[in-house]
């Protein structure tokens, strides 16, 4: 550590000492000073310096600056006190900072592409196994059983360390797992009725939800921009509704209990978890494992094993060995894909968050269309971008 103070006269002065004393400068003494803060540029100011720990000033050296040839200046040369060498001062140099940053947004940008990966190739998945095995009750429970078990043996297995959580935690979790259970299987109802590329269109208009449900049960006001990004949301959401070829009033519904259900999720979740310090990996896993319990009982009582069996034969004798693939393939990767995304909120702010939803819907949009080979007229792709577009404004002016 090297600091310039100002020479005055043959002894060394410094304002920062707790107490007044002066140093003959050829003599080596121990003071305790604080961390050197700035020197003053004026020529009159004595310089401050202050340390935390006590300082062994080594050696001496004066000079004077050209510029003015009057104002004589010491250099000293100081170690800590119970150290060997000179204090080592690590600096974040600017190429360091950009380094850091670079990291940063590749970072960001890694759990974007997993993320929007893994969700275009659930929902393949997902609508391979409902043209196939009609019953979106047990294929929503499947998929909520897959990710639990696998959060289990990671806890288990200590590939992932296990949350400490209390009664009070699960209390608060309840009604967003209530919320979870009702949006997951409405989607899925929803994508075993119409087409993918439709169930997403639709769903794009959460926002509009979000805010009615916000401004006329809790009170909350926002300003006239959001207000407005909800004409495109709307308006795209029903343009593409009724240019839809195959539409089903079931199919549209669930799609809209979806949105519903996941607000309510949303508004429970930061209401009740607030405080919490839970990751959102493991937070994900427990809002699985509760989802589980709610719905496993009523995914009998409305299907039911009969059913389930039968459907399971056919599916098999059509499909053959693959179909077991497949449904194994889509439970999994739901659980991933929710995983990543909860994963990427403690990485990025909400307003890169929702920028990130929009992108992967357009990209499940794009894909479903060109792997079903859905038949899109260019009004229904108008209404669909009309939507997205809303949705995209909604998040810059949510912000």
């Known amino acids: 550590m090297i600091s310039s103070i100002k020479y005055t006269t043959p002894s060394l002065s410094c304002s920062a000492f707790s107490t007044s004393r002066k140093l003959s400068v050829p003599r080596p003494h121990l003071y305790t000073l604080p961390v050197i803060q700035n020197a003053q540029q004026n020529p009159e100011t004595e310089l401050s310096i202050s340390t935390q720990k006590p300082l062994y000033i080594s050696s001496t050296k004066s000079f004077t600056f050209l510029a003015n040839p009057r104002r004589r200046v010491t250099e000293c040369q100081a170690y800590e006190a119970e150290r060997s060498r000179p204090i080592e001062i690590n600096i974040e140099l600017p190429d360091e900072q950009a380094q850091m940053e670079a990291a940063q947004k590749l970072k960001i940008g890694l759990y974007f592409a997993t993320w ?6 659930f929902n393949i998945y997902n609508k391979k196994v409902l043209n196939a095995f009609p019953y979106p009750w047990l294929t929503s429970t499947l998929s909520l059983a897959a990710g639990s078990l696998m959060m ?26 209530v919320a979870h259970t009702i949006g997951h299987v409405a989607a899925t109802v929803s994508m075993s009725k119409v087409a993918v590329s439709f169930t997403h269109i639709i769903k794009s208009g959460e926002p509009a939800f979000s805010v009615l449900v916000s401004r006329l049960l809790l009170g909350e006001a926002f300003p006239l921009p959001v207000y407005m990004s909800l004409i495109p949301i709307i308006g795209g959401c029903a343009l593409a509704a009724v240019t839809e070829l195959n539409f089903n ?13 996941f607000v309510f999720r949303n508004i429970f ?6 405080g919490m310090s839970v990751s959102g990996m493991n937070y994900y896993a427990c809002l699985s494992m509760m989802s589980l319990l709610i719905l496993t009982p009523f995914a009998i009582a409305v299907e039911g094993p009969k059913m389930w069996a039968a459907g399971w034969q056919t599916a098999v004798s059509q499909i053959g060995p693959n179909f077991v693939w497949w449904v194994v393939a889509q439970s999994v990767f739901y659980h991933l894909y929710n995983q990543v995304s909860y994963m990427s909120l403690d990485q990025i702010s909400p307003l890169t968050f929702s920028v990130g939803n929009t992108m992967k819907r ?8 060109l792997i079903f080979h859905t038949p899109v007229q260019p009004v229904n792709a108008l209404g669909a971008a009309i939507a997205i577009l809303g949705t995209f404004l909604y998040s810059q002016a949510k912000q």
């Open 269 to 274: 979740s930061k209401k009740g978890m607030k």
């Open 249 to 261: 009033m079931t199919g549209f519904m669930g799609a809209m209990v979806s949105n519903l259900a």
């Open 152 to 177: 289990l043996i990671s806890w288990t297995t200590r590939i992932a360390e296990a949350p400490k959580v209390d009664l009070n935690f699960w209390k608060a979790l309840l009604p967003v797992a």
């Open 116 to 121: 929007w990966a893994l969700n275009v190739v």
């Open 362 to 369: 357009i990209s499940v949009i794009v894909s479903s269309i």
